[in-house]
């Protein structure tokens, strides 16, 4: 079912497609995209090139495989022994030391034995508050295992959401490997009153082992790239691009875009085009503290879709480092703006 989307919602952003958004039976749409995005489709344990000066990092792809193989061929227990207690992997590291890869790969390995989910933790939670926690957790039940992208926990809101919805799906025989930028007796640190939710905090993470990667960012081994496209480097890249279905923005489009579409539907407005073009990017500013802050974390989850989607970008504007102001950097979402920078850096080099 396409959604009606508004005149100047389709004229203002320059957008040839309208996405497909969930009609009232969200469970068909939902079980059909569980799966990764075109960047990561076809990953496999044995295409993880773990750094050689870091044996934290082969050392979580054997354990995650493992996890998996266990999941697909379980070991008989014999009657002395009870069934073990359903596990979850926290996979914990820093960004661009390929938890992502081993993510998708554990999902490639049991898609064709096992029923398995893959999910962004952000459409997770938006999916749980469409459809409410009891029936979310019915139609994620029917997995093994349930991959689970960039856990975080940034507000009261979904630290309530998902502790109530893993306690559901877990004890039930759903298995869970989740990566994340924060340790897990960090969650909430730093973004709301974690005191008031220690409890449930504790819960949380002790239904997962953790598996820590360490290791620097794959991407800065070489020279990362510091400039979004020059102009002449972004009107070559329209010249590749013609006849393609692209979303075209200015930067200002953009951020307005941010602010009106839910994270949660941002891959559906980008599983539809060919490319993204933007033109004149500005640092994410706003007098309004929480408004800036917003728009700046909403950036970071587009750029999270465009990424997992494989959907190439071509952006013009500030230097990459100056999208964000400097203290985003140091505080509690140190990590998930750094990560951003990172992959817009990445995705501009692949435009250039």
Not at 106 to 134: C, K, M, N
Not at 318 to 341: H, M, N, Q, W
């Amino acid at each position: 079912m396409r959604a009606r989307v508004p005149e100047r919602t389709r004229q203002g952003l320059h957008c040839p497609v309208q996405p497909e958004m969930p009609g009232p039976d969200l469970t068909r749409p939902i079980l059909r995209d569980l799966r990764p995005g075109r960047r990561f489709a076809g990953v496999t344990f044995a295409g993880y090139l773990a750094h050689p000066g870091f044996p934290s990092q082969q050392a979580a792809a054997q354990q995650v495989q493992a996890f998996v193989q266990g999941l697909i061929r379980p070991a008989r227990p014999g009657f002395w022994r009870q069934r073990p207690p359903v596990r979850g992997l926290y996979l914990d590291g820093g960004f661009g030391v390929g938890k992502t890869h081993l993510l998708a790969s554990a999902w490639a390995l049991a898609a064709p034995d096992i029923p398995v989910g893959y999910v962004h933790f952000q459409e997770l939670t938006s999916l749980i508050g469409r459809l409410g926690s009891a029936r979310a957790a019915q139609v994620f039940a029917q997995f093994k295992l349930l991959c689970i992208d960039e856990f975080e926990l940034d507000d009261p809101g979904n630290t309530h959401l998902i502790g109530t919805f893993l306690g559901r799906i877990m004890p039930g025989g759903v298995n869970v490997i989740t990566t994340s930028n924060t340790p897990p007796g960090s969650l909430g640190e730093g973004r709301f009153n974690a005191a008031l939710f220690s409890e449930t905090l504790r819960t949380l993470a002790a239904r997962f082992e953790t598996v820590r990667l360490g290791g620097p960012d794959y991407r800065g081994r070489e020279q990362p790239r510091q400039t979004l496209l020059s102009a002449a480097e972004y009107l070559a890249w329209r010249r590749r691009h013609e006849g393609v279905p692209l979303l075209s923005w200015s930067g200002a489009e953009l951020a307005d875009f941010l602010m009106r579409v839910h994270p949660a539907d941002f891959g559906r407005w980008l599983g539809g085009v060919g490319g993204v073009a933007v033109t004149d990017l500005r640092t994410f500013t706003h007098p309004d503290k929480l408004l800036r802050e917003q728009g700046a974390v909403r950036f970071v989850h587009f750029v999270d879709r465009l990424y997992d989607l494989g959907v190439p970008a071509a952006f013009t504007g500030v230097p990459i480092a100056e999208l964000f102001e400097d203290t985003y950097r140091t505080a509690a979402f140190g990590r998930k703006y750094s990560r951003c920078l990172s992959r817009v850096a990445e995705l501009m080099t692949e435009a250039s």
